[in-house]
């Protein structure tokens, strides 16, 4: 009796202990949950710029910190440290190229889950498939980690590129944490882009984003330079 008792009592302490991963693992959303179209929300955005202009401070400051202090790093000197920010500036390029999408559709087809990004390349992942394939420049891999979906594709160079979108709770906003990554650069670029949900445009309206001004829509496609 005793011994049943205490086996009772081990399941019940094991089923507490999975309860909250179990939890999270309902609260997760399902890949159709982030179905549809969506447009960026500026307001709600990072700027790239300003985000580049932050990380490059932060690392330079510590360059200066650590060389004024004699605490640098083996081999460290200050044309590697002049090496370091400008390659945290390519990065910094580079990530607002790829982070510059306003408008997404992510929709399936088949088995493969389609992020459909203007003015940029699409991201993809089989679902329930091959989480990791060759791509042309290297290779990509996707997973759903707690309420994230993560994209991750490896280029030549030792460049890594991470897309990691975050459906709400509420399922009104979809954010995208991009993250470049570089060998050799001791910091990564990293931008954060909101977006909300939209119903395509009827037929005759056309719209484009700009930076300025945001989302412009006219009839007939009639933008004014």
């Given at each position: 009796?005793?011994?049943?008792?205490?086996?009772?009592?081990?399941?019940?302490?094991?089923?507490?202990?999975?309860?909250?991963?179990?939890?999270?693992?309902?609260?997760?959303?399902?890949?159709?949950?982030?179905?549809?179209?969506?447009?960026?929300?500026?307001?709600?955005?990072?700027?790239?710029?300003?985000?580049?202009?932050?990380?490059?401070?932060?690392?330079?400051?510590?360059?200066?910190?650590?060389?004024?202090?004699?605490?640098?790093?083996?081999?460290?000197?200050?044309?590697?440290?002049?090496?370091?920010?400008?390659?945290?500036?390519?990065?910094?390029?580079?990530?607002?190229?790829?982070?510059?999408?306003?408008?997404?559709?992510?929709?399936?087809?088949?088995?493969?889950?389609?992020?459909?990004?203007?003015?940029?390349?699409?991201?993809?992942?089989?679902?329930?498939?091959?989480?990791?394939?060759?791509?042309?420049?290297?290779?990509?891999?996707?997973?759903?980690?707690?309420?994230?979906?993560?994209?991750?594709?490896?280029?030549?160079?030792?460049f890594g590129i991470e897309h990691r979108l975050i459906l709400s709770e509420r399922g009104d906003r979809l954010?995208?944490?991009?993250?470049?990554?570089?060998?050799?650069?001791?910091?990564?670029?990293?931008?954060?882009?909101?977006?909300?949900?939209?119903?395509?445009?009827?037929?005759?309206?056309?719209?484009?984003?700009?930076?300025?001004?945001?989302?412009?829509?006219?009839?007939?496609?009639?933008?004014n330079d």
């Amino acid at each position: 009796m005793a011994r049943l008792m205490s086996f009772s009592l081990s399941a019940c302490l094991l089923l507490l202990g999975l309860l909250p991963s179990l939890l999270r693992a309902n609260d997760a959303p399902e890949f159709s949950e982030f179905l549809g179209h969506w447009e960026v929300d500026f307001a709600a955005s990072e700027a790239p710029n300003d985000k580049l202009r932050y990380l490059y401070d932060v690392t330079l400051s510590d360059h200066q910190r650590r060389l004024a202090s004699g605490q640098n790093r083996i081999g460290e000197t200050p044309f590697q440290a002049i090496d370091d920010l400008r390659g945290l500036v390519n990065l910094g390029r580079l990530g607002e190229q790829i982070t510059r999408t306003a408008v997404l559709n992510v929709r399936m087809q088949g088995n493969t889950l389609y992020v459909d990004r203007d003015d940029n390349f699409s991201l993809r992942c089989e679902v329930g498939g091959i989480a990791e394939e060759a791509e042309n420049l290297g290779y990509s891999r996707c997973r759903m980690s707690d309420r994230a979906l993560v994209f991750w594709l490896g280029l030549p160079g030792g460049f890594g590129i991470e897309h990691r979108l975050i459906l709400s709770e509420r399922g009104d906003r979809l954010s995208i944490a991009t993250t470049v990554a570089a060998d050799g650069v001791s910091q990564a670029f990293s931008v954060s882009r909101v977006y909300q949900p939209f119903e395509p445009v009827t037929e005759g309206i056309q719209c484009q984003y700009t930076l300025g001004k945001g989302k412009v829509c006219t009839l007939n496609g009639g933008f004014n330079d």
